[in-house]
């Protein structure tokens, strides 16, 4: 079963892509900061990852950083998103790794399901 880790500091939010992606037959976790994420993703590292970008403790683009998806965890694919679209923090995001940037005003918990799914297809799957 493919993991998916969520990081999202918005509860409403979060449960609903952790109740849409459990149904969709993903093992689901959730962190509602970045330092709980870098925690539990250097742990045990989901294959993907959807990260908030403002989020307390440490950002996003933080994370991505300590995370090194590039070097230390390049099986992990990271889907950052945000209620912001700042082109220097696109451009770092995808510099560090990750292989999309969206805003979520413009995708619903629907559209955001296809995504990982979408995602998840183009890597190979682990045992």
């Not at 990081?7 to 109740?19: G, H, P, Q």
């Not at 294959?47 to 950083?65: H, S, W």
């Not at 805003?103 to 998840?120: G, I, Q, S, W």
């Amino acid at each position: 079963m493919q993991k998916v880790l969520i990081v999202e500091d918005n509860a409403a939010l979060r449960k609903i892509y952790v109740t849409l992606l459990t149904k969709e037959g993903y093992e689901v976790a959730f962190a509602v900061d970045g330092k709980e994420a870098l925690a539990m993703a250097t742990a045990n590292p989901p294959e993907l990852i959807l990260l908030d970008v403002m989020m307390p403790n440490l950002d996003g683009v933080g994370f991505l950083r300590a995370f090194d998806v590039k070097g230390k965890h390049p099986d992990t694919k990271v889907i950052m998103f945000s209620n912001t679209e700042v082109p220097a923090k696109v451009k770092e995001a995808l510099e560090l790794g990750a292989v999309r940037y969206m805003t979520k005003y413009n995708f619903t918990p629907k559209d955001m399901v296809a995504l990982v799914r979408e995602t998840l297809a183009s890597r190979p799957r682990t045992p």
